[in-house]
């Protein structure tokens, strides 16, 4: 299935955004009377008959097929430090839409490399990744900010850890984190958190641990976190 993306879809006559309109006539070269599949990034499904298409446009009648609920109980989110090949993030960014993420943080850390990201390229990476995994819910990207203004407005009562290379390896995340239950997880640049850092996210009731005995670049480690989550809620 090509699956299209439109944030503000109704039912009734819609034309497609500039972007999803080019796609649809100049690349997948569709006409009048085909169908096209959409979501919403909140979970509405629909579908829209062409009606009417030019070069640059393409109107459609749209219906609404279903509105799905929640993928799972628990909300995680992901706070991760930029790293300095953006490739490498936008990877990351790619990978945790396709495992299931609601929310990433990018954190700017003491030792973080990248000193500004482009919000607007990452939103577009998280859409690609949405669709190409046939999914109706889009992670929410936040703003580029730092552990202090994240602490500031902190949920403190979802459980909290901060993945640190100096943690005992017997205290890793798979042994802490309780399934069912809201999350985020902290990861550092490639210098790892300080550990003034560390202190500050357990003073906000967060938890130190460790993501195994093999050293892991951010991404990875980012990955291999959002993905333990998943596994220790999968049924």
């Known amino acids: 299935m090509q699956l299209f993306f439109a944030a503000n879809i109704e039912p009734g006559l819609y034309d497609l955004p500039k972007d999803e309109a080019r796609h649809a006539v100049q690349v997948l070269r569709k006409k009048v009377g085909d169908i096209l599949h959409f979501v919403d990034g909140r979970g509405g499904w629909y579908k829209g008959k062409i009606k009417e298409v030019t070069k640059r446009s393409c109107m459609l009648s749209i219906e609404k097929i279903k509105q799905e609920e929640r993928r799972v109980a628990y909300r995680l989110t992901m706070a991760v430090s930029p790293t300095k090949s953006n490739d490498r993030f936008e990877w990351f960014l790619e990978k945790a839409t396709e ?62 850890f901060v993945a640190w290379c100096e943690e005992n390896q017997e205290n890793t995340l798979w042994n802490n984190y309780q399934s069912g239950k809201d999350v985020c997880i902290f990861i550092g640049p490639e210098g790892d958190f300080t550990e003034e850092e560390v202190q500050l996210i357990k003073n906000n009731g967060g938890k130190a641990v460790s993501l195994g005995k093999n050293r892991l670049r951010t991404e990875t480690a980012a990955i291999f976190a959002a993905q333990t989550v998943s596994l220790l809620n999968t049924p």
């Open 99 to 160: 495992i299931g993420v609601d929310v990433i943080v990018p954190l700017k850390c003491n030792r973080t490399e990248r000193p500004r990201i482009r919000k607007d390229r990452y939103e577009k990476v998280l859409v690609a990744a949405m669709k190409q995994s046939l999914q109706a819910w889009l992670p929410e990207l936040r703003d580029f900010q730092t552990l202090k203004e994240l602490m500031n407005n902190f949920d403190n009562t979802q459980q909290s």
